[in-house]
Structure formats: C-alpha cells, structure tokens
C-alpha cells in the first residue's frame, strides 16, 4: 500500500507495482481524454487563444473545464476561448510529471515540492474524472460499502478510494 513521507531528500511516495500500473493507466487515460495540444501552426493555439472554445458534452470534460459564467453563455464562451488551452496545457503537464515519476515496478519515488505538487493536481484532476463518471455523492462511502463485487463499478470506487487516500497523504505531508 502506498506510503508518502517528507524526507530531507523531497517527498517520498512508497508505491507497490500494482498502484505503479494503476496510476500508470490513470494518467495515460486522463491524457487521452484532454487530447493532444494544437499544432505549432495554428496561429491563434499559438497564442493560447481557442478559434472554437464551446462547453464540452462530456460530462467529465465539463467538470474539469466547467464554465465561467453559467448564466452568461456569451460571457462563457468568450473566457474559455482565452482560457481553456492553458488550463489543458497544465492539466497534461501535471498528468506528464507522475508519468515521468514512475517505473515499472513499485518503487520509492522521490519527488520535490515542485513535482509534488503537480502530482496533486493530477490526483485532483482524476478523482474528480471518476467522480463525475461514478456520480460520486457525499453518500458514495455508503453505496461503496453496499456495492456487490462483482459490480462492474466496485474496481473504480477503489480506484477512487485510493486515490483520495494518496492525495490525503501528500497534503499532509506538504502542509
């Protein structure tokens, strides 16, 4: 089971192979949904400007890029046109540096503040990616202890479960 503690080195987080390959595939997902960043040769991307920024239908792409203003579509759409590509460009650096931690095998990972804190934002970015697509509640422990083994849901409520968990550790640890 994962473990993170502060060392004099930086942040260490113990994780077993398991957690390696599942944080892995994670992240690999979450890169794959944000999708890849517009070519060098698109002049307002360039720019960090969005030529067609509207709300996205996926529910999850909506919780992680959600509007500005919900009762001023005009005003929305405007501020994610200048927006949204940066916050993307982060969301797949923070999801780029776990990658960029890991191995193939469990392993003490060592990160500094800087990197630790990009791990936070990828924890947060797919916690909240499970958490729209399980329809997670403030009851969800509830439904979780309920939920039959064999409920196709049950290995994404551990999944979800995990990663709070390892979240919770690195916030302690960096506060």
Do not use: C
């Not at 999850?60 to 759409?77: I, K, M, T």
């Not at 934002?121 to 979780?144: C, F, M, P, Q, S």
Request: proline share 3%.
């Amino acid at each position: 089971m994962s473990h993170v503690t502060k060392t004099r080195h930086g942040i260490k987080v113990r994780l077993e192979t398991e957690e390696v390959a599942l944080l892995r595939a994670l992240m690999e997902q979450m890169l794959a949904l944000i999708g890849e960043a517009p070519g060098a040769d698109d002049e307002l991307a360039s720019l960090g400007i969005a030529e067609n920024a509207t709300t996205p239908d996926d529910p999850v792409l909506a919780r992680l890029f959600p509007d500005a203003y919900r009762d001023d579509g005009e005003a929305a759409e405007e501020f994610r046109r200048y927006t949204e590509m940066g916050l993307r460009d982060g969301k797949r650096e923070a999801a780029a540096a776990v990658l960029g931690a890991l191995g193939d095998r469990g392993a003490d990972i060592v990160l500094d503040e800087k990197q630790a804190q990009a791990w936070l934002r990828a924890l947060n970015d797919v916690r909240l990616a499970l958490g729209t697509r399980l329809d997670i509640t403030e009851e969800w422990y509830e439904e979780a202890e309920t939920l039959d083994a064999g409920d196709p849901r049950a290995p994404m409520f551990a999944a979800y479960d995990w990663l709070t968990m390892l979240q919770e550790s690195l916030v302690r640890v960096l506060w």
